[in-house]
Nanobody, 124 residues
């Protein structure tokens, strides 16, 4: 499986970004997907997940109400809409595929497969 996240950049606090992730090598509709991030000096944390059909989504408390995860199974794409960004959201963001069948629950966990991340920097 290959995953390539994109859409990161520099944004002011209160701004928005939409991350995209192109996934290949799997039939996406068969898997839960997720997003994680790793801030400087910190461990990677799971922040969002979406069930196979996208109807169920869960979020870490740190992003709940501000981020929305979605997916387009027909085009093997997943997305993360990030609004009301804060400086503490600065991190490298990764998309993930749940190849072990762990499932999408609250709080989101890290999944087994992730790829190239995209850097999000939020200035104060």
């Amino acid at each position: 499986v290959q995953l390539q996240a994109s859409g990161g950049g520099l944004v002011q606090a209160g701004g928005s970004l939409r991350l995209s992730c192109a996934i290949s090598g799997v039939r996406l509709e068969d898997y839960t997907v997720g997003w994680s991030r790793q801030a400087p000096g910190k461990e990677r944390e799971g922040i969002a997940c979406a069930s196979r059909n996208g109807y169920s989504t869960y979020y870490a408390d740190s992003v709940k109400g501000r981020f929305i995860a979605s997916r387009d199974n027909a085009n093997n794409m997943v997305y993360l809409q990030m609004d009301s960004l804060k400086p503490e959201d600065t991190a490298v963001y990764y998309c993930e595929v749940d190849r072990k069948g762990s499932g999408c629950y609250e709080p989101p966990i890290l999944f087994a497969s992730w790829g190239q991340g995209t850097l999000v920097t939020v200035s104060s």
